[in-house]
């Protein structure tokens, strides 16, 4: 029986554990010109030897044309500093890292030339083509894959969705064409990829848990390696969850998701502990187990829960800190003070 600190793989890539850092912005930590400045470089630096399984990148723009204000990007080759720094890091320590790939500042609800439904069949190969050359740009640097961003009302997402893509082309119509941009970009990474390099995709859920299905079935089929189950179109959608489920009905959805595809599936959203996401593995109910604001609250939340799996570093404050600059997150003061206390004990 598998649990989370077993090992796994995936084409030529093995990963030590289950245990994935979810992608999440740092807000307040600067980039320029699409390059990590160095505090926010630190941030993976310093996490690439705390026992991770997978890391995964805050999302990482594919165009100078399309970005948040400091945020990173994967569009050129003067991004391949920083991501081989973080890679070296990572590989050294045993850790894999991906990452996440996306594009900034698309609407489909608001007339402007920006709407998903008023771009151009050449705009939409304008983008294919910048995805492909990210994903370049990452091989290039040493990564170990990419996760296309298809969630969170991200524009693949917004392409992908019933609810946002009315167009009537190719790129529009029924499932199959709503996700025909991202077959496209898929099979033009797969030409370069190689055994050595996956293909993830952070997929957000649809109008109901069958439509959440038959996308899942359908990435598996264009060639996608591994999912990544979160919130999507409509972004207030409710799942009617068992009376005694203990999750979120963002992982409920990829629990759901899991028995319906062959490909391995990260499970996230308010995990909290690596008991809970220990048990959700050791029930085969996901393949690997994603945790966000734990690693933001302690760096090393992995070997700190290793005498204790219920370990919970986030203080679930009512305004995370994070959104405006995490430096003055209490969780993180608190689990310095906390272990710094205890090696002093120990000596």
């Known amino acids: 029986m598998a649990d989370i600190f077993s090992p796994i793989q995936i084409k030529n890539v093995h990963f030590n554990n289950r245990i994935v850092m979810a992608p999440m912005v740092r807000f307040g930590f600067s980039s320029h010109a699409g390059i990590m400045g160095a505090e926010l470089l630190q941030e993976y630096l310093k996490r ?72 151009t069949t050449q705009d939409l190969i304008k983008i294919r083509n910048e995805f492909i050359h990210a994903a370049q740009i990452c091989k290039k640097a040493g990564l170990d894959g990419i996760e296309l961003h298809g969630a969170h009302t991200f524009f693949l997402n917004m392409m992908a969705s019933a609810y946002s893509n009315k167009r009537t082309d190719i790129y529009g119509g029924d499932l199959i064409g709503r996700l025909n941009l991202v077959k496209e970009i898929t099979e033009g990474i797969k030409e370069f990829a190689g055994d050595d390099f996956i293909v993830s995709y952070r997929m957000g859920w649809g109008d109901i848990l069958e439509t959440d299905i038959k996308t899942a079935q359908a990435l598996e089929k264009l060639g996608i390696d591994m999912l990544h189950v979160s919130h999507g179109i409509p972004e207030d959608r409710e799942v009617e969850l068992p009376p005694d489920y203990r ?71 009512r305004n995370c800190l994070w959104f405006t600059d995490g430096r003055k997150c209490p969780g993180q003061k ?13 000596e």
């Open 48 to 119: 690439a030897d705390k026992g991770i399984g997978l890391m995964i990148s805050q999302v990482l723009g594919i165009s100078p044309e399309c970005t948040i204000s400091g945020g990173a990007g994967a569009w050129s080759e003067k991004h391949i500093g920083y991501l081989s720094q973080i890679a070296e890091a990572s590989h050294k320590n045993g850790t894999r890292f991906f990452a996440q790939l996306g594009l900034f500042g698309y609407a489909y609800h608001e007339k402007t030339t920006k709407n998903v439904n008023a771009l």
């Open 247 to 317: 999750y979120s009905n963002i992982v409920y959805t990829g629990c759901y998701v899991k028995p319906h595809v062959q490909i391995p599936v990260i499970t996230v959203w308010d995990l909290k502990t690596l008991a809970r996401g220990n048990q959700l593995i050791r029930n085969n109910s996901c393949d690997f187990a994603a945790y966000g604001r734990p690693f933001l609250a302690d760096e090393a939340f992995v070997k700190h829960s290793m005498g204790n799996m219920d370990y919970k570093p986030c203080l679930e404050c």
């Open 334 to 346: 608190l689990s310095k003070r906390r272990f710094k206390n205890d090696a002093g004990n120990k």
